[in-house]
Nanobody, 122 residues
Framework: QVQLVESGGGLVQPGGSLTLSCAAS????????MGWYRQAPGKQRELVAA???????NYADSVKGRFTISRDSAKNTVYLQMNSLKPEDTAVYYC????????????????WGQGTQVTVSS
């Protein structure tokens, strides 16, 4: 099994910054993709930023220029630096990883963290 442990959420004023981190642990041979999604009350979960296969990064249009995703592959950890936060960024942020458990595995399996609340409010 794989565990994703998130940290770094909290309350911040508009224009402020936060950094989220997510560490994956467990039975991991490789990680095909890893990143962040968010879900605001009454809305569907949406992609925020993620590393896709081949190292390509994807960002939601609403966060481009404000958020930056980075990673430490040796630690199976991704970070999300969030700057110029807006009230509309308020949501529960979830880490996601697509993991190949062993060298014999033919499939990648989807794992989610427990979520961390980010609230942007004055």
């Amino acid at each position: 099994q794989v565990q994703l442990v998130e940290s770094g959420g909290g309350l911040v004023q508009p224009g402020g910054s936060l950094t989220l981190s997510c560490a994956a642990s467990g039975i991991i041979f490789s990680i095909n993709a890893m990143g962040w999604y968010r879900q605001a009350p009454g809305k569907q979960r949406e992609l925020v930023a993620a590393f896709a296969s081949g190292g390509i990064t994807n960002y939601a249009d609403s966060v481009k220029g404000r958020f930056t995703i980075s990673r430490d592959s040796a630690k199976n950890t991704v970070y999300l630096q969030m700057n110029s936060l807006k009230p509309e960024d308020t949501a529960v942020y979830y880490c996601n990883a697509k993991v190949r458990p062993t060298s014999y595995s033919r499939s990648f399996y989807d794992y989610w963290g427990q979520g961390t609340q980010v609230t942007v409010s004055s």
